[in-house]
């Protein structure tokens, strides 16, 4: 296993973890497929889907709407949950969610709890401070548990195991379940998820999940899936534990009509997933007998105030702008250094860690194509805000050789005396580099950049030279 | 000491001094086009799509009693106010007074009716209403079998979520199904069958 696709190891700046990701044939072939198969089954409902530009930007006004009215909305998801019979926590940080969630686990007495997938909850690094408090968390996400399985960071928003292929996956299961005749066939290797699973399912007394949405007005959460393992997590213990970052709550229940339309046409290219759970607090004689809702801010509230920046906090985590990213086809996930990889992460994780560490570097980490803004679902302009978090970046590093060259240059394009100085200055200096009117190196600290690039040289006679020089009456 | 609510609540509140109130479009249009008997095809062509099965018998017992004996199930739950019409005599019905999970795992299947359903996505809903039962029953067992009335079958999404809406305002636990479990996390490839039924038979009515 790569560094940077542990789950203990220190996260690695994109620039020095995507080097070894791209040497990684086998990791980067599954994740090209496994993208472009999504990819063509996405664009495919997307084109059945006649009103998708008017879902989309429907999508979008939900989106702005709940982050402008973010402090009534979860006022409301509040009081509707507490009078539907649960339990609201609120968190500044991820400790304190932790912290939230470790005791209320303590305090049913149990030490293994059932966990539906959740990207808050991975993001927070709950399970490790579950450990840490001797509490065992089973992932039950058939990806999450493989990445769980190999001791392996998540590389995929919706597929955390996405760098694996199906023979990959088979050898972490066989070693893992110890069960070496396991064969690496997709219909065998679900089944051997379920057996493996049923049993903690059967015994589970509390569950922890993440929340796709909820609802401020009925106070009911949603969780989106496929496998059952949701249901199974939400219904059968007798307490639920929920986590979720406080940007997910929309006004009204309609609003989950266009969402639960948009999500998984992106996510997984269908119309509509499986399974989805709505439920709102408890119900006597169906599900858990106690709900706790732990509404985590961590860093949302520093994106929520910087206005470029918030449309970031609109996004409902579907993972299409992740499929179609250039950069991140090639790289696979765990170059990335966080939870959230691909074009959504590199905006988003900037603005939530703060600008320290080693995520301060991912608005660098795309050529700006522009694909992922086509397939957002909810209209994030992501190249935009990219550049946004970029220039954060150079705002809050002082000029290196770079900028200070930069300045020089500008000098000498303010005016046309200066830069025929500089021209000329140019062609006396180019002299040694200059082969057949090519720089065939350039000095100092260009060393390196030139090394792969061959630039033209000045040329020994520039246009307006020749135009100075030429006969007039030819 | 300012609580963690009151710290959020006032750092969005600081976040969002920029912001003008504005009336956001929102997408409450329904996109209704098809006749009722459109409607019904499609729901079966798009149920058919997500890897579920479909039967239109006559009567809704005879339906139900295919689809059991096709899949060779024999211990059936049930919730305590299903119609009795809509079991066939010989089966051994179990019926739904809070089983325990593990008690439910060693039956062979569930016979439900539901709430509504949605022809544009193969879906259909569930709110505990009659004859539909605790959410548990129609997860655990490995087999579902739905009774579906045409009436019950709306166009769109944006319908059904009409539909369901005052279920949600009444608290009640909701659930969406469309198709058997799957998974798409090996490889993106779509495979049948998880934790939830891994068949589900639909029978439609009317």
Redesign the interface.
Known sequence: MRPSASRTAAPVAFEHAARPALADAGTRA?VL???T??RA?RSSVVRDTP?WD??R???E??R??SL????EL??GLERSVR??GGEV????DAL?ANEIVTGLVRSTGEREVVKVKSLTTDEIRLNEALAEAGIIAVE????EL?VQLAGERPSHLL?P??HH??HA?AEVLREALGTPELEAD??A???A??AH??AA??RARVAISGANFA?AE???VCVVE????G??CT??PETLITVMG?EKVVA???????L??LLPRSA?G????????????V?T???PSAFHLV?L?AGR??A??D?EGRPALRCIRCSACVNVCPVYRQTGGHAYPTVYAGPIGAILQPQLAGERGPAASLPYASSLCGACADVCPVGIDIPRILVHERAKVVRRTRPGLEGRALRLLAGAFSSTERYERAQRTARALQRPALRDERLRWLPGPLAGWGRSRTLPGVAEQTFREWWETRDDGA | MTTAREEVLARIRAALTDVVPTEGRRGDETGRSLAPAAVLELFVERLEETGASVLRPEVAVAGVGDALARHGACRIVVAPDLDAGLLPPAEEVVVDHGLRPAELDALDGAVTTCAAACADTGTIAFDGGPGQGRRAITLVPDLHVCVVRAEQVVETVPELFARLEASAREGRPIVLVSGPSATSDIGFERVEGVHGPRRLVVVLVG
């Open positions: 599954a497929d496994a993208t198969e999504i089954r009103d008017d879902l930007r429907a999508g006004a939900i702005t709407d402008h009215r973010l402090d979860l006022v009078q539907a926590h609120w968190a500044r304190e039950t996400d058939l990806a493989i597929v195991s996405l292929d199906r996956i997709s219909v290797l679900a089944a998820a379920r699973l049923r399912f059967l609802v009925t106070g009911t496929s496998e059952g393992n249901r199974m219904t059968l406080i009204e229940w309609g609003d989950l009509a266009v639960l339309r997984t269908e119309r509509m997933n499986p399974y989805t759970s709505l439920w709102s607090g119900r004689g169906d599900g509404l801010d509230t520093r929520l105030a206005p």
